[in-house]
DNA sequence: GACATTAGTATCCGACGGATACCATTGAGA
DNA sequence: TCTCAATGGTATCCGTCGGATACTAATGTC
């Protein structure tokens, strides 16, 4: 159980720090819509309109903050190609592809086992619709 | 790319579909506080002080909420002891023990990778501290 | 000249996160 | 007897964030 962080260099780093860093990417990451921004971008570069519609129900100004996050987090990048209208590609980075596989999994085990879930959150005060 | 949820019976749930329950379990799911707390209690059930120190850094009422959420999907069990000082453990149920494994892959892999991303997100304006 | 397209920004509002203070109850210690 | 610590929260306040909606610039097309 060690407290690797709070004490200067290091080579192991701990979420439960509060004082990592790795606290910050774990914030940025474990969030819906990054969990489902990068999971689209999986696909190959996006255009903005592409993954506000593939994101449904995604606000502009949210994609936008999302995608800014992942952005300086080296997750992916954002390429402006000049053009009227404009033309603006969102891609993986390496990192990104790496986080994405963890990703994935946690976004496979959901719609996997999402009829469990409803069952059992299904007698108390239904936290969850049933049906789609 | 199928959208299974909306229209009625279905065995395929899609996290895409914004009217997929899907939704709402990885809106809990994907959550910094959450993923530190299923993760802590797969060391065994803890009372709410144990997770309280250490999920580092979080406040009694956000742990509560995080709990209450995890508790009414069916994650996490609540179990009060009566007693003076007041006595209460939260443990993993079998589902959340499945949760347990994918969000157990995120965090690692934040940790693992987080001197790449240190990296990167140095040139620009540092988004991140880079010692602890 | 009117309209569609694209990638956002501007604005407003309510919900949520985070910080802090406080509570009830009892056993132990002074 | 008085005081203190321990536990599992709740009450309160405040700033940030998410979500919804409207709007913009610049150009090609009809």
Redesign the interface.
Known sequence: MAM????????????????????????L????W???AI??LEDGPQRFGALRR????ISPKVLTSTLRGLE???FVTRTVFPAVPPHVEYAL?D?GR??A???S??????????????E??DA??A??????
């Open positions: 690797n962080c709070p004490s200067g260099r290091h080579d192991r780093h701990d979420v439960y720090a509060s004082l990592c860093p790795c606290r910050e990417v774990l914030d990451l474990a969030n819906k990054s969990a489902l999971g689209a593939r994101l449904d129900g300086a987090m080296g980075t990192l790496g986080a596989v963890p990703l999994g946690l976004r496979r085990w959901v719609e996997q086992h999402l009829d469990e879930i409803t059992v959150a108390p005060s936290a969850v619709r049933r049906t789609c």
